[in-house]
């Protein structure tokens, strides 16, 4: 018979309220756990892919959203630049190892088409963190697209519509989510249905969410007539005209492979100063502006609301173990009795406050990952970011070793009461 | 085996307790009677060191225990002294075989690898073999309180203090209490002070001490 298995025996005869304290405590440790978790997780991912390539170049406006809507699949593309500039870009050997054009528009059940040149099928990159090469469009059936309305169709995108080799499909203009089997848009454009001729291996990148086809799919979907998307969308000028171009001479971006990382700064402050009219951005600096700048503060409103949860229980641990001693002080006064001291009271009183902070801490840690793994889920099905739901780091050990440590001083007060108890008045109430 | 000298305790404003002289010799089984609240489990208290005294000597098995520190008392409490209480008060989450074991747990008399042995041995004797994973509160309030003397043996105690053992009994019970009590103090030569106010019950150890004197109350 052990101290703590003295303690664990009380904890179990009380096991309702045992419970909701662990509870209060797991539903903080949990917050701040998968907090920690998805913001380590969506970071480390959004930095790893924005690694594919070094710049993106693309019509002037706002560098976050012109690497979102071309590195990640998400939001509207900025506008686009004249074709010529991307051809600039190509001569200039100095800086350039690969330039590859893409072309945004239309989408298909709320997947985009991306309209690229053949040769990205076979871009690959080395991933910095895992030091291992990188080739998101790997076929795992089919073939990659070789004339018109050829399309090549992300795992992802493959998936959640349904779409195999040999199927055709009529795109939507803009980003538009249509539900499956609603009436098309007005525009849509009917005249010229895709066929998919083949499907890509899933990489667990935000490639696997997009549908390719050559660049010219896309100017001759919108049969010149508006012109590739842009910030048309908007209802502004098409570029093409504010250009003085056809549409077939203009691109939504260029992804940017240098010769190496280290030319990122100086090719971007190039292009930015230079009289070609057009913005240059290096994904992995706006990715990491994006999490200092911006949700660093959501994290830290959330972590403090994690561990306003972590005081609140620990009140909750204090108050449920302060109950307890009034209620058993019989049981201490008998310990007392057979011999036990003070300072063993005491003890027995503190291992309650940890076992109580211990199982919290393990439960709260499962339920963060139970949390990330469904929230993973979702990040998968929108941005195509794998989110690995049991990862444990230092900050979260930290975190827990904090949580731990306040657990326990809640218990400090009820065991101080229990440790200057009157034994013999305690004896004589019974 | 235990010796109070002009002990004293003041217990209220106005109210003392009283004991210019109190003696038993080992082995001794002497039954302490008097009404209640005349200070018989304030001498109890005294003589196992749950109160210490403002003034006089308490000497249990040859210690003053005024000389013994805080920790010191606990320590000679656990090894030297065997406590029954009228509620028996054993510890409801534990079995009956685990609350003999926590007697022994705060004390280093018997060595934790006999434990278990002597634990189950002496629940063995005093009827309970087959009891020994019983929760409390599924036993009987006459296993209860054998249980409760299983734990006053368990360390080998030479001073058993028990406070109105028989009062929560049927007469059946209280019989079989008593005639147990009895028993194992002689069989372990354990010396036994048995607070009571039956008269019944206190003849029936063969010393018997008056406590109707202890508490005075100063005139107003």
Same mark, same amino acid.
Request: charged share 20%; aromatic share 10%.
């Given at each position: 018979?052990?101290?703590?298995?003295?303690?664990?025996?009380?904890?179990?005869n009380r096991k309702l309220t045992t419970c909701l304290t662990v509870l209060s405590v797991a539903l903080a440790v949990a917050l701040i756990s998968s907090v920690l978790t998805?913001?380590?997780?969506?970071?480390?991912?959004?930095?790893?892919?924005?690694?594919?390539?070094?710049?993106?170049?693309?019509?002037?406006?706002?560098?976050?959203?012109?690497?979102?809507?071309?590195?990640?699949?998400?939001?509207?593309?900025?506008?686009?630049?004249?074709?010529?500039?991307?051809?600039?870009?190509?001569?200039?050997?100095?800086?350039?190892?690969?330039?590859?054009?893409?072309?945004?528009?239309?989408?298909?059940?709320?997947?985009?088409?991306?309209?690229?040149?053949?040769?990205?099928?076979?871009?690959?990159?080395?991933?910095?963190?895992?030091?291992?090469?990188?080739?998101?469009?790997?076929?795992?059936?089919?073939?990659?697209?070789?004339?018109?309305?050829?399309?090549?169709?992300?795992?992802?995108?493959?998936?959640?519509?349904?779409?195999?080799?040999?199927?055709?499909?009529?795109?939507?203009?803009?980003?538009?989510?249509?539900?499956?089997?609603?009436?098309?848009?007005?525009?849509?454009?009917?005249?010229?249905?895709?066929?998919?001729?083949?499907?890509?291996?899933?990489?667990?990148?935000?490639?696997?969410?997009?549908?390719?086809?050559?660049?010219?799919?896309?100017?001759?979907?919108?049969?010149?007539?508006?012109?590739?998307?842009?910030?048309?969308?908007?209802?502004?000028?098409?570029?093409?005209?504010?250009?003085?171009?056809?549409?077939?001479?203009?691109?939504?971006?260029?992804?940017?492979?240098?010769?190496?990382?280290?030319?990122?700064?100086?090719?971007?402050?190039?292009?930015?100063?230079?009289?070609?009219?057009?913005?240059?951005?290096?994904?992995?600096?706006?990715?990491?502006?994006?999490?200092?700048?911006?949700?660093?503060?959501?994290?830290?409103?959330?972590?403090?609301?994690?561990?306003?949860?972590?005081?609140?229980?620990?009140?909750?641990?204090?108050?449920?173990?302060?109950?307890?001693?009034?209620?058993?002080?019989?049981?201490?006064?008998?310990?007392?009795a057979l011999g036990a001291s003070a300072y063993e009271i005491f003890g027995v009183v503190l291992i309650e406050a940890f076992w109580v902070s211990l199982l919290g801490i393990?439960?709260?840690?499962?339920?963060?990952?139970?949390?990330?793994?469904?929230?993973?889920?979702?990040?998968?099905?929108?941005?195509?970011?794998?989110?690995?739901?049991?990862?444990?780091?230092?900050?979260?050990?930290?975190?827990?070793?904090?949580?731990?440590?306040?657990?326990?001083?809640?218990?400090?007060?009820?065991?101080?009461?229990?440790?200057?108890?009157?034994?013999?008045?305690?004896?004589?109430?019974? | 085996?235990?010796?109070?000298?002009?002990?004293?305790?003041?217990?209220?404003?106005?109210?003392?307790?009283?004991?210019?002289?109190?003696?038993?010799?080992?082995?001794?089984?002497?039954?302490?009677?008097?009404?209640?609240?005349?200070?018989?489990?304030t001498m109890l208290n005294l003589i196992s060191g749950l109160l210490r005294p403002d003034s006089g000597r308490v000497v249990v098995d040859g210690v003053d225990i005024q000389?013994?520190?805080?920790?010191?008392?606990?320590?000679?409490?656990?090894?030297?002294?065997?406590?029954?209480?009228?509620?028996?008060?054993?510890?409801?989450?534990?079995?009956?075989?685990?609350? #003999?074991?926590?007697?022994?747990?705060?004390?280093?008399?018997?060595?934790?690898?006999?434990?278990?042995?002597?634990?189950?041995?002496?629940?063995?004797?005093?009827?309970?073999?087959?009891?020994?994973?019983?929760?409390?509160?599924?036993?009987?309030?006459?296993?209860?309180?054998?249980?409760?003397?299983?734990?006053?043996?368990?360390?080998?105690?030479?001073?058993?203090?028990?406070?109105?053992?028989?009062?929560?009994?049927?007469?059946?019970?209280?019989?079989?209490?008593?005639?147990?009590?009895?028993?194992?103090?002689?069989?372990?030569?354990?010396?036994?002070?048995?607070?009571?106010?039956?008269?019944?019950?206190?003849?029936?150890?063969?010393?018997?001490?008056?406590?109707?004197?202890? #508490?005075?109350?100063?005139?107003?």
């Amino acid at each position: 018979m052990t101290l703590w298995r003295i303690s664990w025996g009380y904890l179990w005869n009380r096991k309702l309220t045992t419970c909701l304290t662990v509870l209060s405590v797991a539903l903080a440790v949990a917050l701040i756990s998968s907090v920690l978790t998805l913001r380590a997780e969506t970071e480390d991912r959004f930095v790893r892919e924005s690694q594919a390539f070094d710049v993106v170049v693309g019509a002037k406006g706002s560098p976050l959203q012109l690497v979102l809507s071309t590195v990640y699949m998400m939001d509207q593309p900025v506008g686009n630049i004249p074709i010529a500039q991307y051809k600039e870009l190509l001569a200039d050997d100095a800086y350039v190892q690969a330039a590859f054009p893409i072309n945004l528009g239309d989408t298909y059940r709320g997947f985009r088409l991306v309209g690229v040149e053949r040769k990205l099928m076979d871009h690959s990159w080395t991933d910095m963190e895992g030091a291992e090469e990188r080739k998101p469009f790997v076929l795992d059936e089919g073939r990659y697209f070789d004339k018109p309305f050829e399309a090549v169709v992300g795992a992802m995108a493959a998936r959640q519509t349904g779409l195999k080799i040999g199927d055709t499909f009529i795109s939507t203009h803009g980003l538009i989510e249509m539900p499956e089997g609603a009436a098309a848009p007005e525009h849509d454009h009917a005249k010229n249905p895709y066929t998919v001729v083949g499907i890509l291996k899933p990489s667990n990148s935000p490639f696997d969410r997009g549908i390719y086809c050559r660049l010219d799919s896309v100017w001759q979907a919108h049969g010149g007539g508006h012109g590739t998307h842009g910030a048309e969308e908007a209802g502004d000028t098409p570029d093409f005209e504010e250009w003085g171009l056809h549409p077939e001479e203009m691109v939504t971006a260029v992804l940017v492979q240098l010769q190496s990382p280290t030319q990122r700064y100086e090719f971007e402050g190039y292009i930015n100063n230079s009289p070609m009219g057009v913005m240059a951005a290096i994904p992995i600096n706006q990715i990491r502006n994006l999490y200092d700048k911006v949700l660093g503060w959501v994290k830290l409103v959330l972590l403090a609301v994690g561990y306003l949860v972590v005081v609140i229980s620990a009140l909750s641990i204090l108050i449920g173990l302060y109950l307890s001693i009034l209620q058993r002080r019989r049981d201490l006064a008998v310990m007392r009795a057979l011999g036990a001291s003070a300072y063993e009271i005491f003890g027995v009183v503190l291992i309650e406050a940890f076992w109580v902070s211990l199982l919290g801490i393990l439960s709260g840690w499962l339920g963060g990952v139970a949390v990330t793994y469904a929230l993973g889920q979702f990040l998968t099905y929108r941005f195509g970011l794998v989110v690995n739901a049991f990862r444990l780091s230092q900050d979260q050990i930290a975190a827990f070793f904090i949580v731990w440590i306040i657990g326990i001083f809640a218990g400090f007060l009820p065991a101080w009461q229990a440790y200057d108890r009157d034994v013999a008045r305690d004896l004589a109430d019974l | 085996m235990v010796r109070l000298e002009n002990c004293s305790r003041r217990l209220g404003p106005g109210v003392t307790f009283a004991c210019p002289e109190f003696h038993v010799a080992p082995g001794a089984q002497t039954a302490l009677w008097g009404p209640s609240g005349c200070g018989k489990s304030t001498m109890l208290n005294l003589i196992s060191g749950l109160l210490r005294p403002d003034s006089g000597r308490v000497v249990v098995d040859g210690v003053d225990i005024q000389d013994l520190k805080e920790g010191q008392l606990d320590h000679f409490r656990g090894a030297h002294i065997g406590f029954v209480f009228q509620t028996f008060n054993l510890l409801a989450p534990f079995t009956a075989l685990q609350n #003999v074991l926590l007697g022994m747990r705060f004390s280093d008399t018997v060595p934790g690898r006999e434990w278990k042995n002597r634990a189950t041995l002496l629940l063995e004797r005093v009827g309970l073999g087959h009891r020994l994973h019983s929760m409390p509160q599924t036993m009987s309030v006459g296993e209860q309180q054998r249980v409760a003397i299983a734990r006053a043996l368990a360390n080998r105690q030479k001073l058993i203090v028990a406070d109105e053992p028989t009062g929560s009994l049927d007469p059946k019970n209280s019989e079989a209490v008593m005639d147990l009590l009895l028993e194992m103090c002689a069989e372990e030569k354990v010396t036994l002070l048995l607070v009571t106010h039956e008269r019944s019950i206190a003849e029936r150890l063969p010393a018997l001490w008056d406590c109707s004197d202890l #508490v005075k109350e100063a005139a107003a």
